[in-house]
């Protein structure tokens, strides 16, 4: 394909439904993916091992490891958002009308 031939449309906001999933399935996917993003980021600079993390997380190492591989629909908003309290973290939540 050439460059003429190239169209580019922009983002939604939401990679989720860009990508065709009905627009309640992408609005869970978009929560819960920011969720696991800081709890990626949690366990990363955290300086303990998976098996230290998981504890603290209170899951198992293999849970962890799905978490960490990126496996979204392994883990529910309410699991990732105990997953985040028990980091120290405050989730918080902004509903408002779409445009």
Same mark, same amino acid.
């Given at each position: 394909?050439?460059?003429?031939?190239?169209? *580019?449309?922009?983002?939604?906001?939401?990679? #989720?439904?860009?990508?065709? #999933?009905?627009?309640?399935?992408?609005?869970?996917? *978009?929560?819960?993916?920011?969720?696991?993003?800081?709890?990626?980021?949690?366990?990363?600079?955290?300086?303990?091992?998976?098996?230290?993390?998981?504890?603290?997380?209170?899951?198992?190492?293999?849970?962890?490891?799905?978490?960490?591989?990126?496996?979204?629909?392994? #883990?529910?908003?309410?699991?990732?958002?105990?997953?985040?309290?028990?980091?120290?973290?405050?989730?918080?939540?902004?509903?408002?009308?779409?445009?």
């Amino acid at each position: 394909m050439s460059k003429e031939n190239l169209i *580019i449309e922009p983002g939604s906001g939401n990679v #989720f439904a860009d990508l065709g #999933f009905p627009l309640e399935e992408a609005q869970n996917l *978009i929560l819960r993916a920011e969720l696991i993003n800081q709890i990626e980021d949690y366990v990363a600079s955290s300086g303990m091992t998976q098996q230290q993390s998981a504890k603290k997380l209170g899951v198992t190492q293999p849970r962890l490891n799905l978490l960490l591989k990126g496996k979204i629909n392994e #883990f529910s908003i309410d699991v990732l958002v105990n997953m985040a309290a028990k980091a120290g973290m405050q989730v918080e939540m902004k509903v408002k009308r779409a445009a």
